[in-house]
């Protein structure tokens, strides 16, 4: 039994490292993908994952598998196409650390997974199935993505969702929100953007946009990732607030979202063992906390999936306060 197969892009990042002795920008190769990230941060914690996806049969491909390996990751169901190459992700950093992206994937390997390539077993066998709304921009994986949501709600697996909107994958803001959209009728822990929850509500307040939500789509389980600002939660009618940790120096928060997510999974699992309708403020408030600690660990290094923390140096920051 696995505790979190996700399904979704798996790509390269480049990050920048430096100038060259000519003056010019070098980039870093790392691994990426907002669902991957999610899975190597459960798995460092000492979680076990499972991967489905796609990417090409290249350099990057090859890479992207023996990475995964080599965080415990499975990766049965983990595809190669020979006909459309690994999607390739620059980023660029501003002084706070924070990114913005240009992407190479037209189309990328990713976008091909077709649902006849699907491992439902691995599906069925996960107590929770975590997908994004990248795999909905273009068939045929955006008919595998709903396959697969179909067969873990049919089978009672709990389903999370990540947006994770990156306008330049998208024809355009109205398909993102259309297809956003039906991403959320399946979840039941959503994990969402400030900026995303304005895009889909149309609402900057958090309160009412969140509230709108849950009364849509009866979600769970509603976390608003505010950046060095912590995270507004949703619990039904219940809401609150839990700050980050500042004592953490930001290099890079490339990743530092699905670190947020995968810690929040690997607590519920470990300590509610996944019973997300069993859950009152205050253990939410626990479990957010060390959310958090996961995220900020994950910004002081380079990259996504090699900046994941361990258990013992999250637990560490939580014991030495904010």
Known sequence: MFDVTALGELLIDFTPAGLSEQGNICFERNPGGAPANVLACISRLGGK?????????????DYLAETLKGYGIDVS????????????????????????????RNPGADTTLDKNELSYELIENSKVFHFGSLSLTDEPARSATI??????????????YDPNLRPALWKSMEHALQEIGFGLEFCRLLKISEEE????????????????????????????????????????????????????????????GDAFLGGFL???????????????????????????????????????????????????LISGGK
């Open 49 to 61: 994952t499972a991967f489905i996806g796609k990417v090409g049969k290249d350099m990057f491909g």
């Open 266 to 316: 690997y607590s519920l699992l470990n300590e509610h063992d996944g019973q997300l309708q069993n859950l009152n403020a205050e253990a939410l408030h626990n479990m957010l906390v060390f959310s958090n600690a996961v995220a900020s660990l994950s910004t002081t290094k380079k990259g996504a999936i090699p900046s994941m923390p361990k258990i013992d140096e999250v637990q560490a």
């Open 77 to 104: 169901g983990l595809m190669f196409s020979g006909d459309a190459n690994t999607t390739l992700a620059f980023v660029q950093l501003n002084e706070a650390g924070d990114r913005s992206f240009s992407f190479y």
């Open 197 to 256: 929850l304005e895009f889909i509500t149309g609402m900057g307040d958090l309160h009412n946009g969140s509230l709108e939500l849950y009364k849509e789509y009866g979600i769970d389980v509603i976390l608003v990732t505010r950046g060095s600002n912590g995270c507004f939660y949703r619990l039904k009618d219940e809401t609150g607030q839990v700050d980050t940790f500042t004592r953490c120096k930001t290099v890079d928060t490339t990743g530092a």
């Open 147 to 160: 396959a697969a949501l179909e067969y873990a709600r049919e089978k009672g697996v709990i389903i999370s």
